[in-house]
């Protein structure tokens, strides 16, 4: 299997405290994470970095210049305890597609719902995901995501730390694969806590994230 998992589009890196997060992502891997944008009505943002090819990473945290929203923020960032790689995200060539597909072998990824964030230049993205409560609660099986006419957040010149490996522990990693296959995403699962790790190439050698 390679490196970077066949139409992964990003990683998710959830924190409750974002600027400490990115600092401490920027002392680790000699790499400094370049600003998103805001979700404006969620109360988050996020910091970036490419993780070769289109696939990146996000950084996301509670944002301090927005007030706090009305239901719980995305990744429920203000329930963790610390910075944690909390799920992953693949671009399926067809999400309505895969949607479907994964529907009719048993496993349904969520409804799909518009999101959108300001990029600090002003550009606005704006892109479809899978989100809902059917989603595996592990994190570990992707959701879906379709950028549409969005410029891709890798198509910004992001700083590059190159994706060596991502890997997951689950207690039945039977029923994960399981899982895996229904969306049509690939993912090396051995049996432990639930758990989502990666290892990144940096000009400090490689640094593990879980």
């Known amino acids: 299997m390679n490196a970077i998992p066949a139409h992964l589009d990003h990683l998710v890196l959830a924190t409750p405290e974002l600027a400490a997060t990115v600092a401490d992502f920027a002392r680790r891997t000699g ?34 210049e927005q007030s706090g929203p009305e239901g719980p923020r995305p990744f429920d960032v203000d329930e963790l305890a610390s910075a944690r790689t909390v799920t992953w995200a693949i671009s399926p060539p067809d999400l309505d597609a895969a949607v479907a597909a994964a529907r009719a072998r048993g496993y349904d990824p969520g409804p799909v719902r518009p999101m959108s964030r300001r990029r600090p230049d002003g550009t606005l993205l ?5 989100d809902g409560d059917t989603a595996h609660p592990s994190g570990l ?3 879906l995501i379709d950028w549409g006419s969005s410029a891709h957040p890798t198509a910004t010149g992001l700083p590059v730390t190159p994706l060596l490996r991502l890997s997951a522990t689950a207690p039945d990693p039977d029923e994960i694969r399981r899982l895996l296959s229904a969306v049509g995403a690939e993912l090396v699962v051995t049996e432990g806590p639930v758990a989502l790790s990666f290892t990144v190439d940096t000009p400090r050698g490689p640094v593990t994230f879980g």
């Open 126 to 130: 704006e892109w479809r995901l899978t």
């Open 141 to 143: 099986v992707p959701f």
């Open 31 to 64: 790499v400094t994470p370049a600003p998103g944008g805001a979700h404006v009505g969620f109360g988050t943002r996020n910091h970036l970095v490419s993780l070769g090819g289109s696939s990146y990473l996000e950084i996301i945290g509670p944002d301090p």
